[in-house]
């Protein structure tokens, strides 16, 4: 699934497996920085490790191919705008302040975006689709609360809504405290799968994919059209 024949400046995205992206020729430990090893380790299951590293490497990989260099030499940081701390908050690339980068990772997959706009990605397990119902009444709106309850898959129309308003999220045009002000119910909830839908929310562009492979919802917003590009193919 590619969508690489729009515009070569286009912010781009691509989701994949963790252990796929681990097995990219350019991966490996060495890509990130002594807090980013700091940072993994906190990490009390190896799994949450993986998908930590995996993510982290993935959004250099992307921002590389945007760039046209090597991920070698791409240096990841992070910061807070609320304390200042850099062990969190929106990632950034220090040597390249023209390029915006979002990162995101479940249980074994990874997302990650570039772009040279302002760009969020979000990735979800469909497993999880109806433990996150619970949370519906306080991030939805009242018309995206009903267009839930009235769908035949509620959890899997939850499910859409969240990681669009999570992308919104790692955008910088909503907080978790102001989502139920944000009101998407005049998109689609349905995505074919392994096509990307694209769509408007006021100036930004959204991009959404339901992944059969990994079994995953993703959910891509900057304000330009953004593209999906496969970096790392599944191995076998």
């Known amino acids: 699934m590619t969508s690489e024949d729009q515009d070569p400046q286009a912010p781009l995205a691509a989701v994949s497996a963790s252990a796929d992206v681990l097995r990219h020729p350019e991966a490996g430990d060495h890509l990130l920085t002594a807090l980013e090893h700091e940072r993994a380790a906190r990490f009390r299951h190896e799994s949450g490790r993986v998908d930590f590293t995996a993510a982290h490497i993935l959004v250099r990989l992307c921002a590389a191919r945007l760039l046209g260099v090597p991920a070698t030499g791409l240096t990841l940081a992070q910061n807070c705008p609320d304390c200042g701390k850099g062990d969190h908050g929106r990632p950034y690339l220090?040597?390249?302040?023209?390029?915006?980068?979002?990162?995101?990772?479940?249980?074994?997959?990874?997302?990650a975006a570039a772009g040279y706009q302002p760009v969020g990605v979000d990735v979800e397990l469909t497993a999880r689709s109806g433990s996150l119902l619970d949370v519906a009444a306080r991030v939805l709106s009242p018309a995206e609360l009903r267009q839930v309850e009235a769908h035949p898959e509620p959890g899997r129309a939850f499910l859409r809504l969240w990681v669009r308003k999570e992308s919104l999220i790692k955008l910088g045009r909503a907080s978790l405290d102001t989502l139920a002000g944000v009101d998407l119910s005049a998109l689609p909830l349905d995505v074919p799968a392994g096509e990307p839908l694209h769509s408007r929310y006021q100036d930004l562009h959204l991009l959404d994919w339901a992944d059969v492979r990994q079994g995953a919802a993703v959910s891509v917003a900057s304000t330009a059209a953004p593209r999906v590009v496969v970096l790392t193919p599944p191995a076998g």
């Not at 302040?97 to 997302?111: I, K, M, N, Y």
């Open 94 to 111: 220090p040597d390249h302040p023209d390029v915006q980068v979002s990162l995101s990772h479940t249980r074994g997959v990874v997302a």
